[in-house]
């Protein structure tokens, strides 16, 4: 088993800037991680992928995110980071922490980020 805990999330004004954190403990290792990743909820809209990084580094963004949000890691505290910057509006959502063991998939509980306009 897998858990995920996020910290972070605030109210922070357009335009500012916020760094998630997300620990993983439980049976996480590198030889059975594929990869782990943002993913966000807003009001009334679904969930939808923010940014992914893989056992070997390899990043991914959504499109709304890119050149604005970087994801990164540490493996030896089995955590995973996003930095935003030139937050919007529509980036207030509930971001949540996701991991790939294997053929399984973990989330987190979320943590709440809103912009202020």
């Known amino acids: 088993q897998v858990q995920l805990v996020e910290s972070g999330g605030d109210l922070v004004q357009a335009g500012g800037s916020l760094k998630l954190s997300c620990a993983a403990s439980g049976s996480i290792f590198s030889s059975n991680l594929v990869a782990m990743g943002w993913y966000r909820q807003a009001p009334g809209k679904q969930r939808e992928m923010a940014a992914i990084?893989?056992?070997?580094?390899?990043?991914n963004y959504a499109d709304s995110v890119k050149g604005r949000f970087t994801i990164s890691r540490d493996k030896a505290k089995n955590s995973v980071y996003l930095q935003m910057n030139s937050l919007k509006s529509e980036d207030t959502a509930v971001y949540y922490c996701?991991?790939?063991?294997?053929?399984?998939?973990?989330w987190g509980q979320g943590t709440q980020v809103t912009v202020s306009s």
């Open positions: 996701t991991a790939w063991i294997r053929t399984s998939q973990f």
């Open positions: 990084i893989t056992h070997n580094d390899i990043t």
